[in-house]
């Protein structure tokens, strides 16, 4: 065996993973197994010894069929998360990066959800290593969901199938969710202390998950950045059947009658049509996200917000993120009705002019300053610090301070925030004024 490899005995069967920075690793283990169009079942038990040394697939997203799409569109945050990264697509891609303490026994979880517009991303990408949180105790996992029409796709025949439509993608984080809860002491996890943490499309996820009261007990406490509260209604998750129109020109563009069809179409095909159906709508953002399905999201969104289920709550959001002022708003007025600790990362990226921008945080939190191409600095280090011994801390008991850190208090009727800046890290209120010219001069730098 390799100098660095492990071997682990679960109830699943045998892994071989890696020992890597203070900490062990075990990339790819399945969670779900599903086929196009259906919706997962936990895995089971599986033959001989898994490698689990290295990431498993990803989903099939545009920018595996069309490369020009990490170029023109995509090269801000290409260089940001994905430069230099050998990332492998297909769609038995239901799998978990877990990262433990040497001698885990009985630690907190951190169960993390990628962002991507509900489009793209991946569980491997760069900030995505869970060994610094491991090394402050947490049980940090990184979940792979299916994404864009594989995970969002509507079909009346689906509601006549399963008696639900669409959400491919919610329904994989909650099997994710059930399989964490009961197979992570295993690898050293209590399933009864878990923190549910995503960035984005992955904060606004999981928030949909807290509306649904029969998903009780399934996890303790929620971090979301940059994604939560209520956005404007025009933006909210529609009705299924209301989505199905689009779907079904979809079903067209690709040349398909139906939906059996377009389950054993070539994927290429399927991207092809993506690709034609952008160019002809304008909401497409719209109509690949969640759904209200009456199953995952029992009714709309503004029905159900003002009743969440009864948890800790983290919010995050950043001075140049993406509608900045918007995120910022709907997060505190979310904060405050739920007690939540807020924080406001008011700290610029090195290297460009691009300030604190949509999903810089995620560096800082994952202690991977090091794996950017920016010039990260003595302050940075020093709020990547802070920031995840925070989140180690509310991920144990769901309060955020402890011995060395800056007090952080619950937000009140000031919406007040943990501001971390240039000149440190202390509470106060995050300046709409600031949020609002760096929207409008700054923007989301896709591009």
Not at 146 to 174: E, I, K, S
Not at 222 to 240: C, D, E, T, W
Request: proline share 5%; charged share 20%.
């Amino acid at each position: 065996m390799e100098e660095n490899a492990l071997i682990l005995e679960t109830a699943c069967g045998t892994l071989k993973g890696i020992r890597t920075n203070g900490c062990r690793a075990f990339l790819g283990v399945p969670y779900g197994k599903a086929e196009r169009f259906f919706y997962a079942e936990p895995s089971g038990r599986w033959d001989g010894i898994l490698d689990a040394t290295k990431p498993g697939l990803s989903c099939p997203q545009n920018r595996a069929i069309h490369e020009h799409l990490e170029n023109p569109t995509r090269r801000f945050y290409k260089k940001e998360l994905r430069d230099g990264i050998e990332f492998t697509f297909g769609e038995d891609c239901l799998n978990l990066n877990i990262y433990t303490p040497e001698n885990a026994a009985n630690c907190p979880v951190l169960l993390f959800f990628h962002g991507g517009g509900f489009d793209s991303g991946t569980n491997c990408e760069g900030p995505f290593d869970g060994s610094g949180l491991a090394r402050r105790g947490i049980v940090t996992v990184f979940a792979n969901y299916r994404v864009g029409v594989l995970g969002y796709l509507t079909h009346p025949d689906l509601q006549t199938a399963f008696g639900r439509d669409g959400n491919f993608g919610l329904d994989d984080m909650l099997c994710a969710i059930r399989w964490v809860k009961e197979h992570i002491a295993d690898f050293g996890g209590n399933g009864e202390n878990i923190t549910l943490a995503g960035q984005s499309a992955g904060a606004i996820s999981i928030q949909l998950l807290c509306l649904n009261p029969s998903n009780t007990g399934l996890f303790q406490r929620v971090l979301m950045m940059s994604g939560a509260g209520q956005f404007p209604k025009i933006a909210l998750p529609r009705k299924a059947a209301d989505t199905h129109d689009y779907w079904n020109d979809f079903l067209h563009t690709a040349g398909c009658e139906t939906l059996d069809e377009l389950r054993h179409a070539p994927l290429d095909v399927l991207f092809d049509a993506v690709e034609d159906i952008k160019s002809r709508h304008k909401d497409n953002l719209y109509n690949t996200m969640p759904v209200v399905d009456g199953f995952l999201l029992p009714a709309p969104v503004d029905e159900l917000i003002s009743t969440p289920l009864p948890l800790s709550y983290m919010i995050g959001y950043t001075n140049t993120d993406m509608y900045a002022p918007i995120l910022a708003y709907i997060g505190n007025r979310f904060g405050r009705a739920n007690g939540a600790y807020i924080y406001f990362f008011d700290l610029d990226a090195p290297g460009d002019r691009n300030g604190a921008f949509h999903s810089c945080d995620l560096r800082y939190l994952f202690e991977t300053l090091d794996g950017s191409w920016r010039p990260y600095g003595e302050r940075d280090r020093e709020a990547a610090g802070q920031l995840a011994s925070y989140v180690a801390n509310f991920a144990r008991c769901g309060d955020p301070n402890g011995d060395g850190l800056p007090r952080w208090n619950q937000t009140g009727r000031k919406s007040a925030a943990l501001c971390i800046s240039k000149a440190g890290t202390a509470m106060g209120r995050a300046s709409y004024w600031k949020l609002t010219v760096n929207f409008l001069r700054r923007g989301d730098p896709k591009a």
